[in-house]
């Protein structure tokens, strides 16, 4: 059995160092085998971390991504590391919601892409943020992403 088609890829089956930038973080992508037939790709982080800009604490997400591939899809194990170098990476949550989006529509150029960032709270207050890229292709289910509202003790 051959494997051809992942033999570009750097980082599956290699130890993999947690890249500490997401800039410098290497997004790998592999040829969708299922490119003549549209259908949606969720991706979920429940323990996305990353940094306040300004005081450093850390700030807590479940960051759920749905999209319609074109011709690629993310390789796994890239896409885990790159949402793991946001760990000691400081942004605002709008900056880190509207990056991955953006990142993930210049590697793979999807049919249609969507990030929910849900912010658990600081200071009382959840933010949630959304990023989306494109219209759902006609046809495709697309899920609610599933995550309630912040309703704390409620």
């Avoid at 604490?57 to 890239?78: C, G, M, N, R, T």
Wanted: glycine share 10%; charged share 20%.
């Amino acid at each position: 059995m051959t494997h051809s088609r992942y033999d570009k890829l750097g980082q599956l089956g290699a130890h993999t160092p947690l890249p500490d930038d997401p800039n410098k973080a290497e997004l790998e992508r592999v040829a969708n085998p299922c490119a003549d037939e549209p259908y949606t790709v969720r991706l979920v982080c429940p323990e996305f971390t990353s940094l306040c800009p300004v005081t450093g604490a850390p700030d807590f997400a479940h960051i759920v991504v749905d999209y319609v591939p074109d011709q690629f899809l993310v390789e796994s194990k890239s896409f885990k590391l790159y949402m793991g170098s946001f760990r000691n990476h400081g942004d605002f949550h709008e900056a880190c919601i509207t990056s991955i989006g953006k990142r993930l529509v210049a590697e793979l150029k999807p049919h249609f892409l969507r990030v929910g960032g849900y912010w658990y709270p600081r200071g009382g207050i959840p933010i949630d943020v959304f990023y989306q890229n494109g219209k759902c292709p006609e046809g495709v289910w697309l899920p609610d992403q599933g995550v309630a509202p912040y309703r704390g003790r409620g």
